[in-house]
C-alpha cells in the first residue's frame, strides 16, 4: 500500500486544503500527519512542543509519518518538519511525493499571527525566512515534483498536482 500522493511543504503552502481538493477529487481518503499526532497524544501540537520540547514531537511526528507511508492509500499532508529526519526523507524514497513550493511574502501572509505554528513566534516573517532556507532544499531533494503556489488558488494548486499524478 503506498498514498497516492504526499505533500510536502512549509507552513502557509496550503498542503491540508490542497490534500482535502485532492482527495475529493479522486475520490480517496485524506491523512494529515499532525492531526495523527495530535489525535494519538490527545494534544495539540503546539501544546506539545511547550510540553515535551520538539525533540519529543519530532519522534512522535517520524513515527506518524512512517505509519501513514505503510497504511494509507489516499492522499497524505506531511507536517511542514517532517522531512527534516534522514529517516523520514528515507522513507519518503519511491513515493510520489510533491513539494507545494511558496515564497517569503505568501507564507508570512498566509501563516499570519498565528499561535497554532510554535516555530513562528516573534518575528514572522524572519521566523519563515530563516524555516524557508533551511528546509526548501530538503523539500526539493525528496519531491519528484515541485508545484509552486504563490498567486494561485487552492484550486489551481490541486490541478496542477492531479495534472502530475496520475
Known sequence: MSPRVVLVGPPGA??????????????????????????????????LFVERGEAH???LEAGAVARALAEHDGVLALGGGAVMRPETREALAGHPVV?????LAEAASRVGLTTS????LGNVRS???ALLDERRPVYT?????VVPTDGRTPDEVAQAVLSLID
Open 14 to 47: 496550503g498542503k491540508s486544503t490542497v490534500a482535502a481538493l485532492l482527495g475529493e477529487a479522486w475520490g480517496v481518503a485524506v491523512r494529515d500527519t499532525d492531526a495523527d499526532v495530535e489525535a494519538l497524544t490527545g494534544t495539540a501540537i503546539a501544546d
Open 57 to 59: 514531537f519530532r519522534d
Open 99 to 103: 513539494f507545494l513550493d511558496v515564497g
Open 117 to 120: 505554528r510554535p516555530l513562528l
Open 127 to 129: 521566523q519563515m525566512k
Open 141 to 145: 531533494e525528496v519531491a519528484a515534483h
